[in-house]
T-cell receptor, first 115, second 112 residues
Framework: GAGVSQSPSNKVTEKGKDVELRCDPI?????LYWYRQSLGQGLEFLIY????????KSGLPSDRFSAERTGGSVSTLTIQRTQQEDSAVYLC?????????????FGPGTRLTVL | GENVEQHPSTLSVQEGDSAVIKCTYS??????FPWYKQELGKRPQLIID?????GEKKDQRIAVTLNKTAKHFSLHITETQPEDSAVYFC???????????FGTGTRLQVFP
């Protein structure tokens, strides 16, 4: 079946511009996560959506970052007034709901470069 | 706040040797510990996970051990092959939430 997809795969933007990154989770996966992976670093949690519950935004680094999830499926991560330090790979992951933990399936990521 | 430390950051082994990657975590409520493998330019993929009610889990050449008292867990790869070369990330669940906190990764190189 289709995995998690993300678009665009690469995005180059100028400092100060806004960008939108898209994530299409696996059908039926109600949990969706966004992570940031800077060069040579681990995966930094940004935001988590679970069904119709309010999202957990505790990982967003500043108020320039926001995300939404429409219809419980597609999610968009928006970065306003981009800065050079925002350059990173942004990864989306989804998983099925369950009573315990299970695998997060990752998308291929969007490589963001802020000039 | 919660933290996961991972060592070493890089590891080079000869094909056929074993590789061990270690992680420690700070949240005593953590009860799920997955390991992800990320090949160059590709997405992370789960290779093995362990829950807090067991101390060890094996899957062919890979195994994970968990010491809840000491709050550390390890990945063991035996009979390494060049295709094992990748970055490996450990992770721990946060305080009975559905979130994971990841280690900073270990770049494993297996030389033929």
């Amino acid at each position: 079946g289709a995995g998690v997809s993300q678009s665009p795969s690469n995005k180059v933007t100028e400092k100060g511009k806004d960008v939108e990154l898209r994530c299409d989770p696996i059908s039926g996966h109600t949990a969706l996560y966004w992570y940031r992976q800077s060069l040579g670093q681990g995966l930094e949690f940004l935001i988590y959506f679970q069904g119709n519950s309010a999202p957990d935004k505790s990982g967003l680094p500043s108020d320039r970052f926001s995300a939404e999830r429409t219809g419980g499926s597609v999610s968009t991560l928006t970065i306003q007034r981009t800065q050079q330090e925002d350059s990173a790979v942004y990864l989306c992951a989804s998983r099925t709901p369950s009573g315990g933990y299970n695998e997060q399936f990752f998308g291929p990521g969007t490589r963001l470069t802020v000039l | 706040g919660e933290n996961v430390e991972q060592h070493p950051s890089t590891l080079s082994v000869q094909e056929g040797d074993s590789a061990v990657i270690k992680c420690t975590y700070s949240d005593s409520a953590s009860n799920y510990f997955p390991w992800y493998k990320q090949e160059l330019g590709k997405r992370p993929q789960l290779i093995i996970d362990i829950r807090s009610n067991v101390g060890e889990k094996k899957d062919q050449r890979i195994a994970v051990t968990l010491n809840k008292t000491a709050k550390h867990f390890s990945l063991h790869i035996t009979e390494t092959q060049p295709e094992d070369s990748a970055v490996y990330f450990c992770a721990a669940s946060i305080d009975n939430t559905d979130k994971l906190i990841f280690g900073t990764g270990t770049r494993l190189q297996v030389f033929p």
